[in-house]
């Protein structure tokens, strides 16, 4: 069973790090009428925390991805906005619940760096990994950039 869970999570980023591959070559031509494109999103089911490594992420930062990924799908989110959700969650905090903000942001907390003002929920919110990717979805649905940008640019909407 532990196997078949590692097989799953190397399979499900691989597709990630696939989707990140084309989004990089495609950036300049990604122009969608939606943000919520090519069907449902995908789940993650985890028994626990996963062993071994992929492209430099183990243990807890692959259960932070699951997370994420499953959040999306609680949404009812495309693989494409769980993918943008990883994305922006690799490079605020590689994937990592930081609990520490930097110079730009001394109060910004959790995966995502969500600032203490009132915006992403309580610092309890903001440090679980379900509950500060759901709260950063409604933020990027309401941007107008969410549906005349590239995932890339997309992923820094805040």
């Keep these: 069973m532990h196997r078949l869970v590692i097989a799953l ?19 300049a031509e990604d122009r969608l009428d939606t943000c919520n494109v090519d069907g ?7 028994a626990g925390e996963p062993d071994g490594e992929v492209n430099g992420y183990s243990g807890a930062q692959l259960a932070n991805a699951a997370a994420i990924i499953n959040a999306g799908a609680d949404l009812g989110l495309s693989v494409r906005d769980q993918t943008i959700g990883v994305m922006t ?20 907390r959790g995966l995502f760096q969500q600032r ?7 610092l309890e919110q903001r440090m679980d990994p379900t509950a500060s990717a759901r709260s950063r979805w409604p933020a990027r649905a309401a941007s ?9 640019r997309t992923r820094r909407t805040r």
């Design 116 to 122: 203490d003002n009132g915006a992403w929920g309580t």
């Design 144 to 152: 107008a950039s969410c549906t005349a940008t590239s995932p890339s």
């Design 9 to 27: 999570l190397l399979t499900l980023f691989s597709v990630v790090a696939g989707a990140l591959t084309l989004v990089v070559l495609v950036d």
């Design 89 to 108: 969650a690799m490079g605020e905090s590689g994937l990592e619940v930081l609990d520490h903000g930097d110079e730009a942001g001394p109060d910004s």
């Design 40 to 46: 449902p999103g995908v789940r993650v089911e985890l």
